[in-house]
């Protein structure tokens, strides 16, 4: 079965399916070392700039800033959500989340 990932109005929303699922309107909490050396880092997204899927976890590519340090960068394979028989599982924007290494695939720690 196809999935169909795009951003929508110019990376604020990441569409699955023709539909606004996951918005840069949210504070992710994010695992040290993974954006910035704040443990745990609150980063506000700001845009998308890329999807894509590893596995059944969808990645989005992001830009955001951490509000604890004032880092401000991008951030490469951010699971944002999974794939369940066919259907797209959003995760939440309060579970630590990290990135794993390009072959390894993406995780999500809770």
């Known amino acids: 079965m196809a999935i169909a990932l795009r951003t929508l109005d110019d990376g604020a929303w990441i569409s699955v399916n023709d539909s606004r699922q996951v918005s840069v309107s ?57 794939i369940v028989d066919g259907e797209f599982k959003p995760y939440g924007p309060e579970g630590i989340q990290s990135t794993g290494d390009p072959g390894a695939g993406a995780v999500r720690q809770t």
């Open 26 to 82: 949210d504070v992710w909490t994010l695992s040290r070392g993974v954006f910035c050396e704040c443990e745990p880092a609150y980063v506000l997204l700001e845009g998308f700039f890329g999807t894509g899927v590893d596995g059944s976890i969808v990645v989005a590519d992001a830009v955001g800033q951490c509000l604890e340090c004032g880092t401000r960068d991008s951030i490469d394979r951010l699971p944002v959500g999974r």
